[in-house]
């Protein structure tokens, strides 16, 4: 069976990195839905010895028109054209609060890779508000079951005006036993300067004796490999797993708040189709 | 300790999926916790895909298509069934193991599944194209080889192209082995005929089953202008991809 064609790489995150879904193939006035729990484990903070277990949703709606949920973007596909995908994309950044835990977190759809996590100073770092974003996303098959991924979303950060451009390859295997699908992905997230300073950096007015002024500018933030293994059990319940190791880039692996350069983050949930 | 809570929760999801994975009791076969099923919205995004392709397709077909795993098992007496909360619809098997797929918007929303009255494991279930049977059994030469860039180009733009670089290489007509004698010619443009070699083999050229009897038209053998004629309709025809 062509991978390719199965929409259900379903993943359990709050990320910001937002990536879509297929294209809806289905009958005018359809819908195809999947709703479900797991639960995700990643480190509190980046370099802390302690992870931090807790629940996440699984949520992916699409219909017939084009509309897709998943986790926290919400999107519409508009190509008519075979193997081209593109639309407007909207995502909630989840920001973060004092203790650098990100807000929002646990609401998951599909594909989407994790995002490097840091490791914050609970007393120095100012809360970051969670935030509408807007833009808009554009994938293309090469064929093989490998598509390129890529979405664009500005409005990140306090003062809206971050942006964050995430371009990734997904290759999804065939020839597997039945009713087992595997995708890797493998990426990388641009950052503009606003949003590096607000996640990254460090004003005067925030300096301690752990914490030295710190001014990033844009760069890439990080690089992603993601393995995802979803096993049908029924055409109503699938099992989705999720392993990613991220690796903190330029000047976000430079800055005073990142403590450590690699994360892995293993997410895992029981969904229904309906 | 989160790892061992992480470890706790996984293992009481995964009893919830046993639980909920569980079917009816077995009755026909069909409904056999054990049988082998299909998600009826994951091929029918298949077969849409094949309707909503863009470039040309006019020599080709799609099906949906049972194939056994292991060479012994054959498709004898094996059956596929349309299993929906409201419907039950057999769908008939060729003697390949092709079905004409029921783009059923009733069984898509019912979240149906196609069920086989045989183990999970023992047969795949797969698209499959194949170059159209023509009624009259005369088919030019430059027909064939556009038919088979065309399932060659298929299956590149769908993802199903096997790696490295391919190449159309001919056509091959299957016939049953219990059915009369294929009779295959290639006529060039002076008139003359000649008769294909019969072979034995699989109805395509990524089958590995030994079931059919089998005639390959292969290009390089042939002049590029000229007519294929069978003398009876073949089971498939199916592109040789090399």
């Given at each position: 069976m062509n991978k390719r064609l199965l929409p259900v790489l379903l993943a359990l995150s709050g990320s910001a990195i937002a990536q879509t879904p297929s294209a809806p193939l289905m009958p005018d006035g359809s819908r195809d839905m999947y709703l479900g729990l797991g639960v995700v484990s990643a480190?509190?903070?980046?370099?802390?010895?302690d992870r931090r277990t807790r629940p996440s949703a699984l949520v992916q709606f699409q219909w017939s028109n084009g509309v897709f949920l998943s986790g926290l973007n919400l999107g519409m596909h508009l190509s008519s054209t075979p193997g081209l995908e593109y639309g407007p994309l909207l995502s909630v950044d989840p920001g973060r609060d004092a203790s650098g835990t990100r807000k929002l977190s646990g609401i998951g759809g599909v594909d989407l890779p994790a995002y490097g996590i840091l490791k914050f100073n609970p007393d120095d770092i100012p809360d970051i508000g969670a935030r509408l974003t807007a833009g808009g996303f554009v994938n293309r098959y090469f064929g093989d079951g490998v598509r390129l991924t890529s979405s664009l979303l500005h409005g990140a950060g306090d003062d809206r005006r971050g942006l964050l451009w995430n371009v990734a390859l997904q290759k999804t295997f065939a020839g597997?036993?039945?009713h087992h699908h595997v995708s890797v992905t493998a990426g990388v997230t641009w950052a503009n300067r606003r949003y590096m300073q607000e996640y990254f950096g460090v004003l005067p007015s925030q300096t301690s004796a752990s914490l030295r002024t710190y001014s990033p500018s844009a760069g890439v933030r990080d690089a992603h490999v993601t393995v995802n293994w979803n096993r049908e059990l029924s055409p109503q319940w699938l099992w989705a797993s999720q392993l990613t190791v991220a690796r903190m880039m330029s000047e976000a692996a430079d800055s005073?708040?990142?403590?450590?350069?690699n994360n892995l983050t293993v997410r895992t949930g029981l969904a229904y189709r309906f | 300790m989160s790892i061992r809570r992480l470890a706790i929760a996984t293992a009481l999801l995964l009893a919830a999926a046993g639980a909920f994975a569980q079917t009816a009791?077995?009755?026909?076969?069909?409904?056999?916790?054990d049988a082998a099923w299909m998600s009826y919205r994951d091929a029918y995004r298949q077969m849409l895909r094949f309707e909503k392709y863009?470039?040309?397709?006019?020599f080709i077909q799609h099906h949906f298509q049972v194939v056994p795993k292991?060479?012994?098992?054959?498709?004898?007496g094996v059956r596929l069934l349309l299993q929906g909360r409201t419907m039950q619809l057999e769908l008939p098997l060729d003697a390949a193991g092709r079905a004409v797929f029921p783009m059923s918007k009733a069984a898509y929303d019912e979240n149906a599944r196609l069920a086989l009255n045989r183990k999970s494991g023992q047969y795949v279930f797969q698209p499959r194209v194949s170059i159209v049977v023509r009624a009259d059994g005369v088919y030019e030469a430059a027909d064939l080889r556009a038919a088979c860039e065309q399932v060659l180009n298929y299956l590149r733009d769908s993802g199903q192209a096997p790696s490295g670089e391919r190449k159309c290489a001919g056509v091959v007509f299957s016939y049953a082995r219990n059915g009369v004698e294929p009779n295959v010619r290639f006529r060039g443009v002076d008139g003359q005929a000649s008769r294909l070699r019969i072979d034995e083999g699989g109805?395509?050229?990524?089958?590995?089953?030994?079931?059919f009897r089998t005639v390959t038209y292969s290009f390089a053998e042939w002049p590029e202008k000229g007519q294929v004629i069978t003398q009876t309709p073949p089971v498939a025809i199916g592109a040789v991809i090399r």
């Open positions: 480190p509190r903070y980046a370099g802390a010895d597997l036993p039945a005073p708040l990142t403590f450590r350069r | 009791p077995a009755d026909d076969g069909f409904s056999a916790a863009g470039k040309p397709k006019h292991d060479k012994a098992a054959g498709m004898e109805a395509f050229s990524d089958d590995s089953t030994v079931a």
